[in-house]
C-alpha cells in the first residue's frame, strides 16, 4: 500500500462526513462504492472501498513505539494528544455567551474497554463517557473531558468526583461572569460557592433531596397545594421547593436569581422565573447529541479510540457551522454546509488523482467531470477513417489498396511509393519553397 498523503486523509474525513451528510454511517460500505447505479459517485471516485478501509482500519492518533511507557500511566494515552488539541482550537476561535449548560455525553461503544460506562438513562445505553461545557445559546462545544475511570499512578490521576470535574471544565470561561446549568448528579452547595467566589461564575442546577444543606421544610409534599413553591434565600443563594403534582417535589438552587418572581412559561402555565430559566438553559448538551445523530459519522468498530475521533468528527461539524455563521450573515442549512465541508476536504486529492494515468479512461472522465474540467482536454482528438482505395501510381493490375494519401496532392499511394521525412527535413523544405 502507498504511503498516506495529507490530502488522502482529508479525503477521508470528506467522505465520512458525506457518509453522514447522506445518514449513512450504518449502512454497509459495499452499497456506498457499488457500481450499479445505486452507490454514491463522489465515492468511487475518491478512491476504492479497500484503500478506504485500510485507512480506517489503520488510522491511529498517536506515537505507537512509546505507547506501552505512556500507557502506564494514562488509560488514554491512545487519544490524549489529539483530543487536546481539539479541545484546545476549539476554545480559541469563538466566544460563547453568558449561558453555558454542563452534561454527560455518552458515544456508543461496546468493545473492550477499561472505562467504558453503562447509563440506563442515555439512548446508547452502554459508551464512553464524555463530560461537555456546551454554550446554552448556540450549543457551541467549549471544552470536553473523558471519563477514564481510575487513573494509574502519575500526573493524569485527577479526581473524577462531580466538584472536581466542574473545576475543570469552567477553566476556558473562568472569572467571566458567565452562568452554568447542570443537573443533579453535578449540584451542591460546595460547588455553586466555589464557582461563585473562585471562579465568579454564577450557576443554577437541580438538587437531590438527600443533600444535607437541604431544609427539612423543603422536602414535605404533604398539605402543600398543587403547584405551589417555597423560596429560601440566602446573601448570594437561593433554594427553591416546587410542587408540580402530588408527592412529587423539585428542588432547584441558583445564585443568579435572587427573588421569587413567577412568570409565564411558553404554555402560559405561571412557574417560578428558576424553573423556567433551567428548562431553557438544561438542554445544551442534549441539543448537540441530538445533532450529532442527526448527520453522525461514526461506523462500527471495535477500537474505543476511534469512537472518540467520530465524536470530536461530529462536534467539528457542528462548531464550524456555528463559527462560519458567526462571520458571515448565511442561513445555509447544516445538511448543505456538511455537504459543501465534505466535497472541500476530497477536493484537493481528486485533483491529484485525475493526473493518474493508470486509472481507467472512465473513471479518470467522472473525477474531470467532478473537478469541472472538460474531459475532452484529457483525450487526442477523435481520428476520422480514411476509406480504402486503390494506390494511383501502381499498375491496375497489381490492385494493391490503401488508405495513405499524399500530403500535397491527396494521391492514394501504397507504402512503396511513399516518401518518410523526418521534421528537421521537413522543416528545410518548407524553408526552401518560401525562399523561392
Known amino acids: 500500500m502507498a504511503d498516506l498523503s495529507s490530502s488522502e486523509l482529508k479525503a477521508f474525513i470528506g467522505l465520512l462526513y458525506l457518509a453522514g451528510q447522506f445518514k449513512a454511517n450504518k449502512l454497509n460500505l459495499k452499497d456506498l462504492w457499488i457500481s450499479d447505479g445505486s452507490g454514491v459517485e463522489i465515492f468511487r471516485t475518491t478512491m476504492t472501498l479497500k484503500r478506504f478501509q485500510f485507512i480506517q482500519n489503520c488510522l491511529r492518533f498517536d506515537d505507537k513505539n512509546t505507547r506501552s511507557e505512556r500507557k502506564a500511566t494514562d488509560n488514554l494515552a491512545a487519544i490524549r494528544s489529539f483530543f487536546e488539541k481539539f479541545v484546545a482550537n476549539c476554545q480559541i476561535v469563538y466566544t460563547p455567551s453568558e449561558y453555558t449548560t454542563i452534561d454527560e455525553q455518552l458515544p456508543s461503544f461496546r468493545g473492550r474497554c477499561s472505562f467504558r460506562q453503562y447509563m440506563p438513562n442515555k439512548p446508547n445505553k452502554y459508551g464512553l463517557k464524555i463530560y461537555a461545557l456546551v454554550d446554552a445559546k448556540s450549543f457551541y462545544v467549549i471544552n470536553l473531558e473523558i471519563y477514564p475511570g481510575k487513573q494509574p499512578t ?231 477513417p480514411k476509406p480504402i482505395r486503390r494506390c494511383q501510381i501502381c499498375p491496375t493490375k497489381k490492385d494493391r489498396k490503401t488508405k495513405h494519401t499524399c500530403y500535397k496532392c491527396n494521391r492514394y499511394l501504397c507504402m512503396e511509393h511513399a516518401v518518410f521525412t523526418c521534421q528537421d527535413c521537413a522543416q528545410t523544405e518548407d524553408d526552401y519553397e518560401n525562399s523561392e
Open 154 to 384: 502519575g500526573p493524569y490521576a485527577l479526581s473524577n468526583k462531580a466538584y472536581d470535574v466542574v473545576d475543570r471544565l469552567v477553566a476556558p470561561i473562568s472569572k467571566t461572569n458567565r452562568n452554568v446549568t447542570f443537573d443533579n448528579w453535578f449540584t451542591s452547595y460546595p460547588l455553586m460557592l466555589h464557582l461563585l467566589k473562585e471562579h465568579r461564575l454564577t450557576s443554577t442546577g437541580t438538587v437531590r433531596k438527600n443533600k444535607p444543606e437541604i431544609p427539612s421544610q423543603m422536602l414535605q409534599t404533604r398539605n402543600r397545594e398543587i403547584p405551589s413553591t417555597v423560596f429560601g434565600f440566602q446573601k448570594d443563594k437561593s433554594l427553591l421547593s416546587h410542587v408540580p403534582k402530588k408527592n412529587k417535589v423539585v428542588l432547584l438552587m441558583s445564585t443568579l436569581h435572587h427573588d421569587d418572581s413567577v412568570v409565564a412559561d411558553t404554555n402560559g402555565t405561571q412557574k417560578p422565573e428558576m424553573i423556567i430559566f433551567y428548562n431553557q438553559t438544561k438542554g445544551g448538551v442534549d441539543v448537540v447529541d441530538e445533532l450529532c445523530t442527526n448527520y453522525d459519522v461514526s461506523r462500527n468498530t471495535k477500537r474505543w479510540p476511534m469512537v472518540i475521533f467520530y465524536a470530536v468528527l461530529n462536534m467539528a461539524g457542528i462548531n464550524s457551522i456555528i463559527v462560519y455563521k458567526s462571520n458571515n450573515s448565511s442561513n445555509l442549512s447544516r445538511r448543505n454546509f456538511l455537504r459543501d465541508l465534505g466535497i472541500g476536504l476530497v477536493s484537493e486529492h481528486l485533483q491529484n488523482r485525475k493526473e493518474n494515468q493508470h486509472l481507467p479512461r472512465e473513471l479518470r472522465k467522472r473525477i474531470l467531470d467532478q473537478v469541472d474540467e472538460p474531459s475532452h482536454s484529457q483525450r487526442p482528438p477523435n481520428k476520422v
